[in-house]
């Protein structure tokens, strides 16, 4: 190793804890502030005095030795100002571990015209199911999420996703009387699991929302459950609504207000029970925002996290160019001070 290597090596860690290390260089300029410095004291305009002698021999007051204090002052402003645009950082002691550990879920949710059906009052069902759902995405910021929505037919919304922001917009616009009316409850699990199969996550989960039976499709729902099955994907179903005769919109009345009537919408609690035994998952039942809440939130405790995104370490830093910055403009502020008062030139 060359004689001067430790010499480089030290330099070259001293300057990895400054985020901007070429900020130094405008140190470069020093000489040219100091020069600046000089010249403006050779160019200051002399008091010339018929007596000087007598003034001679009064002696040097304390001012007369503060006369370099300024440009000093102003240098040392120069070297601490290029020290804080360095951004000089403190390292943390503690790393943090940036992978990703989470679960990959695909939520099917019925977006039939029943879901308008108003027994979660003062709003209707997919009202409370798009707003809990909300929530549960904020909440999944390490899970991969994805969205199929389903009535005659089902369709991917959204891939599985880390994107919450997104994910939450696109849930957020889901709509009623879009898609052909129906309850194809077999194609949209059977989309979902597609989605999820070639996830290497550990655990790989279909959560399914729906208010009523299956009616239409090309996929009979038992059908779709065995296919999860062979892949390992649990299939979680929530029942939501309180079953009977629902308030449900019947158009409007003469002044403009929704007209309402009682409805009984069909339920098939035991098809969504038989497919969630059959893929290993769990049935449930929501008869209101909590519950449906509370219940999603199960689905995720009893399932096991896996890394889904490597992403090394991350080494946290806090910023300590401010003492530098401070010091600085006290000393312009004290320079200028002094210039003003103690240390006024006339003319």
């Given amino acids: 190793m060359a004689p001067d290597a430790p010499l480089l090596e030290a330099l070259r860690r001293a300057l990895s804890e400054y985020h901007m290390p070429q900020a130094f260089l405008a140190l470069a300029f020093l000489p040219l502030a100091l020069l600046w410095v000089w010249l403006e004291r050779r160019t200051r305009a002399v008091f010339r005095f018929s007596a000087a002698p007598l003034l001679a021999r009064q002696g040097r007051g304390l001012r007369a030795y503060l006369t370099w204090l300024p440009p000093v002052l102003r240098v040392t402003a120069f070297v601490l100002a290029v020290v804080a645009l360095a951004r000089p950082q403190e390292r943390d002691s503690k790393v943090r571990d ?14 039939s015209t029943s879901m308008e059906a108003a027994d979660f009052r003062p709003n209707n069902r997919l009202f409370v199911a798009k707003e809990v759902l909300g929530e549960f995405i904020s909440s999944r910021m390490n899970d991969r999420i994805g969205l199929v929505v389903f009535s005659g037919a089902a369709y ?21 009387r879009v898609l052909e009316d129906g309850t194809a409850i077999g194609d949209a699990v059977a989309t979902a699991v597609n989605r999820l199969r070639d996830s290497e996550a550990k655990s790989r989960v279909v959560v399914l929302i729906t208010d009523g039976d299956n009616n239409t499709g090309t996929v009979s729902p038992l059908d779709a459950a065995k296919a999860a099955q062979a892949l390992g994907i649990p299939v979680y179903s929530i029942l939501v609504g309180k079953g009977g005769k629902v308030p449900f919109p019947a158009g409007q009345d003469l002044f403009g207000n929704t007209a309402w009537r009682d409805v009984e919408i069909p339920v098939n609690p035991q098809l969504l029970q038989t497919m969630a035994e059959v893929t290993g998952g769990e049935f449930y039942r929501a008869t209101d925002r909590e519950e449906l809440k509370q219940n999603l939130q199960r689905v995720l405790d009893s399932l096991e996290r896996s890394k889904i995104l490597e992403g090394g370490v991350i080494t946290n830093y806090r910023e300590r160019f401010h003492p530098f910055l401070l010091a600085a403009f006290t000393l312009l502020l004290l320079e200028l001070l002094l210039k003003a008062t103690v240390l006024r030139v006339f003319p």
């Fill in 98 to 111: 940036a992978s990703v550990e989470g679960i990959d879920i695909m939520i099917a949710l019925d977006l």
């Fill in 156 to 176: 991917t919304q959204a891939p599985l996703t880390l994107d919450t922001g997104v994910l939450k917009e696109v849930v957020r616009q889901l709509r009623t």
